[in-house]
Nanobody, 124 residues
């Protein structure tokens, strides 16, 4: 059994920064690659960024490249998403997801484990 809990969302002005955290609680199953997805009102959930188990490989969506940075600390069982130069279009519920493979995928269907999500709202 794996539990993912996101934190760090909130309200920020355009151009500001926020950092999200994902606490990984593993009891019986295995979590390797981690990813962040987001879902805006009326839109489908989309891939934001992913990181391999050892942190040596990262993937990021074009829409956030150069502004969002994923990282993880396996000793703390946590993953992070640092978000800079936020835009109103970044407003969404952000989810962390866990993968049993070592490298992340951009497809949400590949992730068996999800957090409950945290709201990020960027005002203009």
């Amino acid at each position: 059994q794996v539990t993912l809990v996101e934190s760090g969302g909130g309200l920020v002005q355009a151009g500001g920064s926020l950092s999200l955290s994902c606490a990984i609680s593993v009891r019986t199953d295995y979590v390797a690659a981690m990813a962040w997805f987001r879902q805006s009102a009326g839109k489908e959930r989309e891939f934001v960024s992913g990181i391999s188990y050892n942190g040596g490989y990262t993937d990021v969506a074009e829409s956030v490249k150069g502004r969002f940075f994923v990282s993880r600390d396996n000793a703390k069982n946590e993953a992070y998403l640092a978000m800079d130069i936020l835009k109103p279009e970044d407003t969404a519920v952000y989810y962390c997801a866990g993968h049993t493979r070592d490298y992340p995928s951009q497809s949400e269907e590949d992730y068996p484990t999800w957090g409950q999500g945290t709201q990020v709202t960027v005002s203009s």
